[in-house]
């Protein structure tokens, strides 16, 4: 699949007219608030969003800007998505089922499953625990920045390409030493979950994937759900994805638009990261699951047992996180769940309440260079999800501590 260095200059204006004339051409913006907030994130410079809502009376879905910025194409109704890090909560299901099943049990030692697997610069498997993977306790290194040595356009392009094991992941993390003792405290590592993904191969002897596969997507019917390996193309339909490397040399804006649909494959290609979906399969997944259709009682009381997150630019103050679930507060009082997923170009946020009767997935297909816009997209986000759930009784309650 070709890849476009950037839109032309034609190709670009005739993008920023149809984002601005798609705001009438959807709008019931005020008669429809789901439009009128996917409108408001448009506003915020994202080239396309996709928003869809269920809830006991029924879905609501909603579109803005643009899908292409070469042709100015909408964004696909029913669209396939790349779901990064949402893929977290997948994987931690499994592991919970294999826990319920009686196979392993949160307070394992890594080492016992990955006998040798994380040791080096003080990193030591027989002290971090399975729930301390899932939990983003475990204080070991992100592999990330050892996978993406020079972040520009040059770099996506010359490094998309390289794939890597899962071994070879855990690798790169254990050259640093440990962030924190484990249990310390918090901090996001994708190497957890690389890790996570090795102990379901270890306790079951087949992939993360299959058990994922076969666990989750085919007793839900979600067949539009899968790891593409190492295919970076994403199937039709779907929106093109954009990241902006670069900024202004006063750094207040950003530059050209990099066409990053095709995955780089080093960091979207493992139980960290990796699945597609649909917006559709991805509220059926999470209602499901808080629902209490994946895991017994007791293993979903511990997915939900949670710690408090450190407020940062890109989350809500006040959230907190499970095992491979996120909390976040709602102004209207209690929260929902989710687990948020982003890469070059996309993020996708699902949002369902405790019992799953309202779930609300939000894609976007463009990420900013500067900090401060990357915040007000996330805020048009938070803001759209809050106000979709706010408006409809069965709100979500308050996280187990």
Same mark, same amino acid.
């Given at each position: 699949?070709?890849?476009?260095?950037?839109? @032309?200059?034609?190709?670009?204006?005739?993008?920023?007219?149809?984002?601005?004339?798609?705001?009438?051409?959807?709008?019931?913006?005020?008669?429809?608030?789901? %439009?009128?907030?996917?409108?408001?994130?448009?506003?915020?410079?994202?080239?396309?969003?996709?928003?869809?809502?269920?809830?006991?009376?029924? @879905?609501?879905?909603? =579109?803005?800007?643009?899908?292409?910025?070469? @042709?100015?194409?909408?964004?696909?109704?029913?669209?396939?998505?790349?779901?990064?890090?949402?893929?977290?909560? $997948?994987?931690? @299901?499994?592991?919970?089922?294999?826990?319920?099943?009686?196979?392993?049990?949160?307070?394992?030692?890594?080492e016992r499953w990955l006998p040798g697997v994380v040791r080096g610069k003080g990193n030591d498997?027989?002290?971090?625990?399975?729930? %301390?993977?899932?939990? !983003?306790?475990?204080?070991?290194?992100?592999?990330?920045?050892?996978?993406?040595?020079?972040?520009?356009?040059?770099? $996506?392009? %010359? !490094?998309?390409?390289?794939?890597?094991?899962? =071994? %070879?992941?855990?690798?790169?993390?254990?050259? !640093?030493?440990?962030?924190?003792?484990?249990g310390a405290r918090w901090e996001y590592s994708n190497t957890n979950y690389i890790?996570?993904?090795?102990?379901?191969?270890?306790?079951?002897? =087949?992939?993360?994937? =299959?058990?994922?596969?076969?666990?989750?997507?085919?007793?839900?019917?979600?067949?539009?759900?899968f790891n593409p390996g190492d295919d970076p193309r994403m199937p039709r339909p779907h929106s093109r994805n954009y990241q902006q490397f670069e900024r202004s040399a006063d750094g207040s804006e950003g530059g050209p638009m990099t066409d990053t649909t095709l995955a780089y494959l080093p960091f979207d290609g493992d139980a960290d990261g990796s699945l597609i979906g649909t917006a559709a399969e991805t509220n059926r997944f999470f209602s499901a699951l808080l629902s209490g259709g994946l895991l017994a009682p007791a293993q979903l009381a511990e997915m939900r047992r949670t710690v408090a997150v450190p407020d940062s630019p890109d989350g809500v103050p006040g959230?907190? $996180?499970?095992?491979?679930?996120?909390?976040?507060?709602?102004?209207?009082?209690?929260?929902?769940?989710?687990?948020s997923g982003s890469g070059f170009g996309y993020l996708a946020w699902p949002a369902t309440t405790s019992g799953g009767r309202i779930a609300v997935t939000v894609a976007v297909h463009s990420r900013p260079a500067v900090e401060e816009t990357a915040a007000r997209q996330i805020r048009g986000i938070t803001d759209l999800v809050d106000h979709a759930v706010c408006a409809r009784p069965g709100k979500a309650g308050v996280p187990h501590r």
């Open positions: 699949m070709p890849i476009r260095r950037t839109a @032309t200059a034609s190709a670009v204006a005739l993008a920023l007219a149809l984002l601005t004339s798609l705001a009438p051409a959807h709008a019931q913006g005020a008669a429809n608030p789901l %439009q009128r907030d996917a409108d408001a994130l448009r506003d915020t410079g994202v080239t396309g969003v996709s928003v869809r809502l269920e809830t006991p009376h029924g @879905t609501r879905t909603a =579109r803005s800007g643009v899908g292409d910025l070469a @042709t100015g194409a909408p964004v696909p109704r029913d669209e396939y998505i790349r779901l990064g890090s949402t893929t977290k909560t $997948y994987v931690a @299901t499994v592991v919970l089922q294999l826990v319920g099943e009686g196979r392993l049990s949160l307070e394992d030692s890594v498997g027989r002290r971090v625990t399975v729930r %301390q993977l899932l939990q !983003h306790t475990s204080g070991l290194p992100d592999y990330i920045a050892d996978v993406v040595p020079d972040l520009s356009e040059a770099g $996506y392009l %010359q !490094h998309r390409s390289t794939t890597y094991t899962s =071994r %070879q992941r855990v690798a790169f993390a254990m050259t !640093h030493p440990p962030v924190f003792q484990p890790l996570a993904g090795m102990v379901i191969e270890a306790v079951t002897g =087949r992939t993360w994937d =299959r058990e994922v596969r076969d666990r989750i997507l085919r007793p839900l019917g979600l067949t539009r759900t959230s907190r $996180y499970g095992l491979g679930l996120e909390w976040t507060p709602l102004t209207c009082g209690g929260g929902y769940w989710g687990h």
